[in-house]
């Protein structure tokens, strides 16, 4: 073996023995595991409540505002999956999972409600003779603050900031 | 006045081709979760870039070699090469953030599923590159893209607490909720959106493409010096507006959608019409600059006839390439990859492989064979230098904190 070759075998051990070090330091599937996905589950219920206001207030298109709450029901998707694979350890945690797999189906629902009441044609306020969008943007930004309420509540009792 | 009406429209060409995908999406996601705390590094990148961009622009100028003629001769064909593997496949995921970019925008804009517009991107973004002349492809593009100074007014109509952010920016911290660990990670994330090494590549091969001469160096010189720096107050200011109306909204940025939010809040559907034509036409453009980059990279290294200024079938090889870089890209972005993701690997990835393109230009801009009485002065060589390290560890850095927090999670 040639010098060179020594040496970029010795790098690529300690790069191998770096990244295992790491791995090991890295978030250990505990409690603080359910961090990400409801952080990502309150940004993504905050987001589509702030495009609702905007809408409302004639700020955002219709397009951009269904983009969002597009995105943030694919991000809640994402945060439900994180959630899903989750394995509890102790019984409290399983029972944070669940209270939280609770909350994150209503948070999904609202987004839903809120994506097709901002794609309805009449979603703009007055905007129109049909009120299915008018009418069902306020209820639908309701849905969205009481989502959000619940799951910030749930947040505080768990510790998760 | 013809001069004049030339240097300002390089130094605004500078401006709005130095935003792309991977300086709007950093900058936001950056300014949702860290405030302006992480200012002082798009000042870093932006001095950064600057002296790079001005070594690689004077070798070209001065050697009329590109930037990857440069690397086959100094570093041999095998060290090359590997250089060549690392900067091509960092340019195809810059092409895929790209595309995904412009997609994203149209999205934004029509409500269409951004997979439906990604075919069109690619239509478009070859087409350009197949015909228009390469002065108006740049021009054009930036010009175009300079709408996107609506963050800037966004970010006076929100009428933000400018003490607040001033004290952000100058007394730098890790805020409360997150780890020091994602706080270096974003800052080499946010150094290696500013200095993006696709960029090096479409400058120094576009001085090859037109043909400049020593004499050309000043205004060029002048454009980076100008543009690039105001480039960066953008960039500045689409952290600033995500630090107004979405950090303290406890929302943190993962798709361009929510990019829009504060200047949608601050000048309503106007504003948005500008923030989007302005998005189209800085991915448009960087998509133009990243795929061109591909072909020159891959051309340069392997001696083929490249360039815009000669016809297609007078350089094949390097527009079949660049061909099959786009079709690539699209490629993956049909497997469903989040654009965006693939975005903020780009950027870190981007600083990961920052050493190898800067090292030898560097080491040519002090060669006198190549340079002549043109090399480094020492005041350059000072703060070359001093980038240097700043790169090395930041390239060393990146993946075990990429590893430690998850890429920034």
Not at chain 1, 125 to 139: C, E, K, M, R, Y
Not at chain 2, 296 to 308: D, E, H, I, P
Not at chain 2, 320 to 332: D, E, F, K, P, Q
Request: glycine share 10%.
């Amino acid at each position: 073996m040639t010098r060179s070759r020594k040496l970029l075998a010795a790098a690529l051990a300690a790069l191998v023995f770096l990244g295992g070090l790491l791995s090991g330091c890295a978030q250990s599937p505990s409690a603080d595991s359910l961090k990400g996905p409801a952080k990502e589950a309150a940004s993504a219920v905050r987001t589509a409540s702030l495009a609702v206001d905007l809408r409302l207030q004639e700020r955002a298109t219709a397009a951009a505002a269904t983009t969002t709450a597009d995105d943030m029901l694919k991000g809640m998707q994402s945060a439900t999956d994180q959630l899903e694979h989750f394995g509890a350890k102790t019984q409290d945690e399983q029972s944070l999972r669940d209270s939280m797999l609770a909350i994150f189906s209503t948070i999904s629902r609202s987004l839903l409600h809120a994506r097709d009441a901002l794609a309805a044609p009449t979603s703009a306020p007055g905007g129109g003779t049909d009120l299915a969008g008018s009418v069902q943007l306020p209820a639908v930004q309701g849905e969205l603050r009481t989502a959000t309420e619940q799951l910030e509540e749930l947040m505080t009792k768990a510790g998760i900031q | 006045m013809k001069r004049l009406l030339g240097v300002a429209l390089g130094i605004l060409t500078a401006i709005g081709g130095f935003v792309d995908i991977g300086d709007l999406v950093t900058n936001a996601v950056v300014g949702s979760r860290f405030g302006l705390s992480l200012a002082w590094v798009v000042l870093v990148g932006v001095v950064g870039i600057c002296l790079f961009a001005n070594m690689s622009g004077r070798v070209a100028a001065v050697s009329g070699r590109a930037t990857f003629e440069v690397i086959r001769e100094r570093m041999g064909a095998r060290a090359g090469l590997a250089n060549l593997a690392a900067s091509f496949l960092i340019n195809l995921m810059t092409v895929t953030a790209e595309i995904g970019g412009i997609a994203l925008a149209l999205q934004l804009a029509s409500g269409v599923s951004y997979m439906l517009w990604v075919p069109f991107a690619l239509i478009a973004v070859w087409l350009v590159i197949w015909r228009v002349k390469f002065s108006i492809m740049e021009n054009v593009a930036g010009l175009v893209g300079l709408s996107l100074v609506v963050f800037a007014v966004a970010l006076f109509l929100l009428k933000p607490d400018w003490g607040s952010l001033a004290s952000q920016a100058l007394h730098p911290s890790v805020p409360s909720e997150e780890g020091p660990g994602t706080y270096w990670y974003y800052a080499i994330a946010l150094f290696g959106a500013a200095m993006t090494p696709y960029e090096v590549f479409f400058f120094s091969s576009g001085a090859v493409e037109e043909r400049w001469k020593v004499k050309d160096l000043v205004q060029s010189r002048i454009n980076v010096l100008l543009g690039f720096p105001l480039g960066g107050f953008l960039s500045l200011s689409i952290a600033a507006c995500a630090a107004v109306v979405l950090l303290p909204a406890g929302i943190s940025v993962t798709t361009l959608s929510q990019v829009a939010l504060p200047v949608i809040q601050a000048g309503g559907q106007l504003a948005l019409a500008a923030l989007l034509l302005g998005v189209v036409a800085a991915t448009f453009g960087a998509a133009l600059e990243t795929t061109l980059s591909s072909g020159y990279t891959l051309a340069q290294f392997f001696g083929w006839s490249w360039g815009k200024f000669r016809r297609p079938a007078e350089a094949a090889r390097f527009h079949v390439a660049m061909i099959v870089v786009l079709l690539a890209g699209v490629a993956v972005l049909t497997t469903g990859v989040d654009p965006i993701l693939v975005t903020e690997y780009s950027v870190v990835f981007s600083a990961i492989a920052l050493p190898l393109t800067y090292l030898p230009i560097l080491i040519v801009a002090n060669d006198p064979q190549y340079m002549g009485k043109h090399v480094n002065g020492r005041a350059v060589n000072i703060v070359a230098f001093i980038y240097l390290v700043i790169i090395l560890v930041a390239s060393v850095a990146a993946i075990p904190l990429m590893i430690a927090t998850g890429a920034g999670a």
